[in-house]
């Protein structure tokens, strides 16, 4: 799989805020062929296959941090692929989302 440079800085760039806002290891987040991270408070597992598995392309990851509300559309149409009892982040995307519109605006506004 190739990949494209100015996507993987940003899906790295998501991921770090991902990381620090929902700490943990009952999710794995994984974003191929760029990257993957554990996070969501709650279990934590060590091997194997964990039990909330999230995956999707760097395209919709970017997707989602512009526009959380496209979680269920995403998952409808098999762009996101998302099992276990923990694996709906919409939530955490929603704040995602507000930090970095947030982010952009003081970038603007010259903060």
Not at 83 to 88: D, L, Q, Y
Request: with cysteine.
């Amino acid at each position: 799989m190739k990949q494209d440079l100015e996507i993987k800085i940003q899906v790295k760039q998501i991921l770090k805020v991902i990381e620090e806002i929902a700490p943990g290891k009952s999710v794995e987040l994984r974003v191929p062929p760029y990257a993957a991270i554990q996070c969501v408070a709650g279990g934590n597992h060590r091997r194997g296959t964990p039990p909330n598995v999230v995956e999707m392309s760097g395209q919709s990851l970017i997707k989602l941090s512009q526009n959380p509300d496209l979680w269920d559309q995403l998952c409808a149409e098999g762009e996101i692929s998302a099992s276990g009892t923990n694996s709906n982040l919409a939530e955490l995307f929603n704040r995602t989302s507000k930090l970095f519109l947030n982010f952009d605006k003081e970038l603007k506004d010259g903060k």
